[in-house]
Every structure is written in C-alpha cells, then in structure tokens.
C-alpha cells in the first residue's frame, strides 16, 4: 500500500468496475463482485488488492501470487495460481495504469491566491485555480481553469495556459501559449531565449529569439527540463509527447504527437521529429535534421543524418542497430584475432 502520509486511496472497486474502466475481460475465478481496495505488485499483493503481469521475468510472481484480481494478457492466462480473478486484457501495464488512477486519483488545487503570490490586474485566472506562496504572474497572462501555478513559480507577461494545466515549484514560462492538461514538473524552463549567435571573431553578435513556445494538450515536461523559444519560427512540441527529467530542446525545434524523450537527451536547433518517435536516455541530435515518425533511437546515440519513418538506430555516429551490432562484432573478432 502507497504510504498514507502522501497518498490517500479511493475506492473500493469491484472486479466488474476495473473491467469495465479498463476494457478487460473477466476471466479465471471470474468474480465479477470481488471487492478491490488496493493495487500492489504480483510478490505482495493480497486477495483484496488488484496487480498485474506485463514482463515474462515475473511468471514465477504471477504463478504464486496471493493477489485476488490479475491484469493479465490471454496467453499467459493459463498460469495463473487456483482462485485468482484474471483480467484479460493485450496491455496489462496500460489497464493498471487506468486502475491505479482510479485508486489514487489526484486531487484538484484547492482555489485561491496564496499571501505572497504577485498577480498583475490585467492576467486573467480561470475559476477554481490555486496560485501558491510567492508565485509571480505577469501583465496579460491568461491561466485556464482548475490550473494550479506552484510555489515561486514565474508566468511572464502575456503567457497562455488552457484548463488543468499544473506547473510545479520554480518554474519560469514566457513567450509561450500552452494546451490543456499539460504537466511541467519543478524546475522546468519554458521560452527562454534560444542560443542563437552570428560568429565573428570580434566578438560574436546575438540573433534576437523572436519566436514562441508553442506545448499541446496534455504534454509532460519533467523536471529541470528546457524548452528555448524559437529564434523566429516557433518551437513546438505535439500533444501527448513525455518529456522525461534534464532534457534540452534548442531553438526552432519542431516534435510531433506522442514522442517519448527519455533523460538528458538533446535535440539542437531546427531539427523535426514526426510523430510517437522515442529518444533513449542521454542521446543527442546535431541541428536542422528531419526524424521521421515512428522512429527508435537508442540511449547515448549521437543522431548526425536524418533518421527514416520507423527506423531504429543506435551508436556514435548512430547508424541501423543491425548494422551497429555487425560493426560491434567485427571489432570484437579483430581484437580477438590480436590478442591471440
């Protein structure tokens, strides 16, 4: 059980309930009433509380769990221990996911303008937004409904964020015209100036950041994360794409729908990225490259060319991963042959 000084859990639920939220069919002991009350991994779980199986590693788990429902794929249904309540499902991972919710579902800001917060006449809060201690928001800023701005947090002037949107401790925005739903995690910095600069050996001269950030609906930034403005084209960033923690987006930086980019990855200025393409953690892209949708690059990758739809890639220079492991394999066979 989540520790309740943090965490307070809803329910109960009933099998039939977390069927019918997830889109699992009750099979196995198939109690459709057996009342739920937690969630808890295969090891621990007991007969009231709801886990889930979603890696082959944890069969020996599942086959002795003490859990009383199991999210489980069809075709591992069969090795379930005597008396266990499956839910069937092709996602095991993403049904817990919409259970877990459920249980711990979070809870909306308490509304209301903290002793210490700055607020300019001329911005605009949405009914029922919480402004925590000594936030700062600027002339014009437009904040959504039910947003929640979080301590020390600075929304500069002009600023647009839609409904639902929750920007943690420390966090700066400007320039930027945010979605619904949007998460930024503490930390994060959103518009700043792009590093943008004419070489010259006398002294280089700064190219004005002109351009905005531009977030859809429910993206995720996390924490100590950076966004640059856009040097007169925007920087964009599609809906539904996760931003993992220590991640560097330069300037003019264009990504699609439903990417994933993991920590301390690194997208250089005016690169594209089509849609649901995943980053590994610490990989980088030089500037101006186009990615194609569906694209893999795998973690510590140095990206230096365009990337096709759906390739996977890995390495420095990153190159096909069944071409990476050939170049792998012939290294080791030369440095066998010469230790010999």
């Known amino acids: ?78 090795q379930a221990p005597p008396g266990v309540t499956l839910l069937l499902t092709e996602q095991p991972y993403r049904a817990y996911a919409v259970a877990a919710q459920a249980f711990y579902p979070e809870p909306p800001p308490v509304p209301g303008i903290a002793p210490g917060a700055v607020v300019d006449p001329s911005a605009r809060l949405g009914e029922g937004t919480a402004v925590e201690a000594n936030a700062v928001i600027g002339a014009g800023v437009e904040i959504g409904r039910r947003c929640l701005i979080g301590a020390n947090s600075v929304i500069g002037a002009a600023s647009v964020l839609g409904d639902d949107v929750r920007v943690g401790a420390n966090v700066s925005i400007s320039h930027a015209l945010i979605g619904a739903r949007v998460r930024l995690y503490p930390g994060v910095r959103i518009g700043q100036d792009g590093f943008g600069f004419a070489l010259d050996p006398k002294g280089h001269v700064k190219v004005p950041q002109l351009g905005r950030v ?64 995943m980053m590994g953690a610490q990989s980088g892209m030089i500037g101006h490259l186009v990615i194609g949708s569906g694209a893999r690059i795998a973690g510590q990758s140095g990206v230096m ?36």
């Open 1 to 78: 059980m989540a520790d309740p000084r943090f965490f307070s859990v809803a329910g109960p639920f009933n099998a039939a309930e977390m069927a019918r939220r997830s889109g699992a069919v009750i099979a196995g002991a198939a109690r459709a009433d057996l009342l739920l009350r937690d969630v808890a991994p295969l090891d621990t779980a007991g007969p009231d509380q709801l886990s889930w199986l979603d890696n082959r590693k944890y069969l020996a788990q599942f086959r002795t769990t003490g859990a009383g429902a199991v999210f489980v794929q069809p075709g591992l249904a069969g």
């Open 214 to 277: 531009i977030i859809g609906d429910d993206v995720e930034i996390g924490a100590n994360s950076t966004v640059d403005r856009g040097a007169g084209p925007d920087t964009v960033i599609g809906a539904g794409t996760m931003i993992d923690n220590l991640v560097q987006i330069g300037h003019n930086v264009k990504i699609g729908r439903g990417c994933v980019l993991v920590a301390q990855a690194g997208i250089a200025g005016s690169t594209r990225l089509g849609d649901h393409v």
């Open 305 to 340: 060319r365009d990337i096709g739809p759906g390739e996977s890639v890995m390495g420095y220079p990153a190159s096909p991963i069944k071409e990476f492991f050939r170049q792998h394999a012939t290294l080791l066979r030369l440095a066998k042959r010469k230790s010999e």
